[in-house]
Each structure stands twice: as C-alpha cells, then as structure tokens.
C-alpha cells in the first residue's frame, strides 16, 4: 500500500493577507461579527486610539480572544496566549496581534463587569433578531467547583487560635529582635523580614474575622472569601452555584448569574428578574424544579402576575409515598382559622412561629389522640398531632395544583431539554465544570463566558450558518 509522507522542508506559498487564513464559514467569523455587533463603548469600554500615554491593545479585540477562547474550552490567560502563536483562526481574528499572558489577565481583571454587559447585549441581539421570545423561561442552577481547596476552609474558632500563635510568635521575634540589638551581635535583617511577614498574615486573619461577623459567617475560606463548601454528586467541595434563565423558543440563555448559596431555594425570584431586566419586559411563564419551591420567595414574582410552574418536593419525588395522615388529609376550616382531621377531631390555632413564617395548629384536646385508633401511626406526641400553615399556605396550594393540571405538565415537560442542557455544553464542551477565578466578580466575569459562547454556537446553527449569521449581524451594526 503507498504511503503518503510529509515534508516539513518543502516551500509553500502562503495566503497573501490574514484574511485568507480562515475560510468563509469558519466559526471563529460569527464570533468576530457578535462583538462588532455590540456597541462596546456604551457598556464603559473606552476605545481611544487618541489617548496619551503607552499603547493598549484593541479592547474589542481582547474580549473577542475571552469569547472565542472560551468556545475551545481555552480559559487561562497562558492557553489564551499561546493561541494567538499557534491558532490560526485566533490569529486572523486578533489581526497578528500577540499579548502576553499578563496583558490579558490584567484585561480581564480590569474588565469582569464589562464582560458581563456584553453577554446581556448579545442576549438583546437575539431578542432582536426574534431567536428570543422571552415568554416562558425556565430557571435552574448547578455546583461549579471554585479555585480554592475546602481544606482552607476554617472556623471562627480556629482563626482566632491561630492569631493567638501568630501574636505570640511576634512577641517572641520582637524579643529576638531587642536581645540581638543589645548584645550588638548577629543581623537584624532576617529577623525584620520574619516580623513583617508575621504581621502581614495577622492583618489578613483579622480582616478573615472582621468579614465573618459582619455577615455572620460560621465559616470562611482562606483562599477565596466568597466560596462556599457544598455538597454535589462527587462529594463536598468549595463551589459556587451558577444559576441560568433559559427561553422556551430555542433554548438560549436570557441569563446568567453566580451565588454562594449551597442551594436555589432563595434565588428563583431574583434569577427571573434579572432575566425580565435583560429581556426589557416581563415574561409570562416562569418554570422551576423543586429546589426552588420555598413560598415565600416565589411570591415575589406571582405578585407581579407572572404565571408560576414549580412542584414541591413531594411531587417531583419519583415514588412518592401516600401516606393516609398527611397534611393534605386534614380539612382547613378557613371560617374558624381550624383544621379537621380525618377522625373528625379539631386542631385549633397555637401559635404563630416568627422564624418559620407559619402557624401552629394544635389538637384542642390531646386525649383526642391518645386515645384514637390510629395513635402512633398519625402522632407518637404525648401532646397530640399538630399541623403547620405557611403564611402564605393559599399559594402553596394554587401552586401545587397548577404544576398537577394538564397543561402544568406539558410546559414542565420541557424544562430538562431547555435548562439543563445548557450545563452539559458548558462542563463538557467549553471545560468549564470549574472556575479559575477567585471572588463573586470574578467568576461571574468566567460564568457570562461560557453563557456567550453557549448562545452564539447555538445561533450559528439556527440562522442557518456562518455566512447566514454574519450577513444578519451586519444590519444590527448598521
């Protein structure tokens, strides 16, 4: 069989120009048109090539390498580098310019909240260009591991032992210190660099214990103050909880955000918010699984009269037991403020639990209980069988029977293929099931990325190509 063989020593004729480098329908021409689509200077960019002093590489430039970096899974400032050498579309698309790896870390931390506009432009983009309806959207979030070990994670307790060693270790140098300067032996030098190094650690443990109780942390991260310790699937890690809003239409991201709650169960009404504010109105459908079920946070938004879509734990379980003394078996006598139990017996009102944002109904007569048939199986108390209310129980209740009708089902239906697979293009494709960044601003910047890249490979496919795509985001620069 013949072989063919390469020949590195053989003279070839390259492209006249950079131009030529990539081909029309390469992807890396869609991503260049999306930021020339966005008006980068209304987000705070400023791009003057009038400006006095050293020369600064084109910002729309820079975030184009984050955004087209991001889509090869190439996050880090040494990959994103590199690329610019060896790439040949990130060549074309930098116009052969080179930064180095500290030029575009710097850009990037100079720039996170840029970074994120610019997402929320190519989301208005899409909503122009009708690939964003914003009627339905559905909510979800996933644990991201961060760029700190939950090693470093410490106590109050703990800080505060070890700033007691750190004190006495300063004492001890300040001891050293004076002993040497008396006896006129020895050099202070080392002895100087060791105390100021001691120093410098207790100011970082006391502002660690100044930020713990002034938001009352019980625990704090040593390597990233904003990182929290969760639980995922693959064990207990320092993670974030990235949190996205997605359209019905064809699956796009409206919105993305990062929080350091351990769970969803307080984000449902902001994530929905930030997606109405990206969107410029207000949707009409919101949908989410049973983590984001707590009442009192979905309000918010039912209150706003946006209709709500979300089961509470009972229902989305999968083999949900039926148990003949659960709440829902009482009879709520609104009149009376009472419940009746399936025996016929009263639960009057107790108490109103401030913590708990619920009423305590009580059995009026605990022999009621103790002597019934089914004692035990409803109540072990010595007290009789009690029974809590939300304060806003009637929402509960409107809410578990919209996500049980017919059409509740239907539209929950699609949230798994509209909001979770988004996630699995992030963590798998574009590698970013972690972030490099430390800090809340940080990896919002990193999470806004991804969501970018996510979109766009998504609109080259739906408007029909590269070539496609580009023509129609020629007249939003127009």
């Avoid at 120009?17 to 020339?36: C, G, L, T």
Wanted: with cysteine; charged share 30%; net charge neutral.
């Amino acid at each position: 069989m013949a072989i063919i063989y390469g020949n590195r020593d053989e003279a070839q004729l390259l492209p006249p120009s950079i131009e030529d480098y990539v081909d029309k329908e390469d992807p890396v021409r869609a991503y260049d048109m999306m930021i020339d689509a966005v008006d980068l200077e209304s987000l705070g960019l400023v791009i003057n090539s009038n400006k006095v002093g050293s020369p600064t590489y084109n910002p729309s430039a820079m975030i184009k390498l984050f955004i087209y970096g991001g889509s090869y899974g190439w996050r880090s400032s040494r990959k994103l580098e590199r690329a610019t050498y060896h790439n040949v579309s990130f060549m074309w698309l930098m116009g052969g310019l080179k930064p180095d790896h500290k030029t575009i870390s710097n850009f990037r931390r100079d720039n996170k909240s840029i970074i994120k506009k610019v997402f929320k432009k190519i989301v208005r983009i899409c909503l122009d260009i009708n690939l964003i309806e914003g009627n339905c959207l559905f909510v979800d979030g996933t644990k991201i591991r961060g760029a700190a070990s939950i090693n470093n994670t410490r106590s109050k307790k703990k800080l505060e032992k070890y700033l007691l060693e750190i004190d006495n270790k300063i004492n001890k140098l300040l001891d050293e210190c004076e002993q040497v300067d008396n006896e006129e032996c020895g050099s202070l030098v080392e002895l100087e660099k060791d105390l100021h190094d001691e120093a410098k650690l207790k100011a970082k443990v006391e502002n660690l214990l100044n930020k713990m109780e002034e938001e009352n942390l019980s625990k704090i991260n040593t390597t990233d103050t904003d990182i929290s310790n969760m639980k995922g699937r693959q064990g207990s890690h320092s993670s974030y909880n990235g949190q996205i809003v997605t359209d019905e239409l064809h699956g796009l991201i409206v919105s993305s955000d990062v929080v350091n709650d351990s769970n969803d169960l307080n984000q449902f009404s902001k994530q929905i918010e930030n997606a109405n504010e990206n969107l410029g109105k207000d949707c009409n459908i919101a949908v989410g699984d049973a983590g984001y079920s707590k009442v009192d946070d979905i309000i918010t938004t039912t209150d706003k009269g946006i209709d709500v879509i979300i089961p509470n734990q009972k229902q989305a379980a999968h083999n949900p037991k039926d148990d003949p003394f659960s709440k829902d078996k009482f009879q709520y006598d609104k009149e009376n403020n009472q419940y009746i139990c399936p025996e016929g017996k009263v639960l009057k009102y107790n108490r109103f639990r401030i913590s708990r944002n619920d009423t305590e109904y009580q059995v009026s007569n605990k022999k009621d209980c103790l002597t019934c048939k089914y004692y035990g199986k409803c109540t072990q108390s010595k007290r009789g069988r009690t029974i809590t209310r939300l304060k806003n129980e009637e929402l509960k209740e409107i809410l578990e029977a919209r996500y049980a009708s017919e059409d509740g089902q239907a539209i929950y239906g699609k949230r798994k293929e509209k909001a979770e697979l988004p996630f699995g293009h992030m963590k798998r494709n574009l590698n970013g099931g972690y972030f490099l960044l430390r800090g809340l601003e940080g990896v919002k910047a990193e999470f806004a990325i991804l969501a970018s890249c996510f979109n766009i490979t998504r609109m080259i496919r739906l408007l029909g190509g590269v070539s496609s795509m580009v023509n129609i985001l020629k007249t939003q620069v127009a």
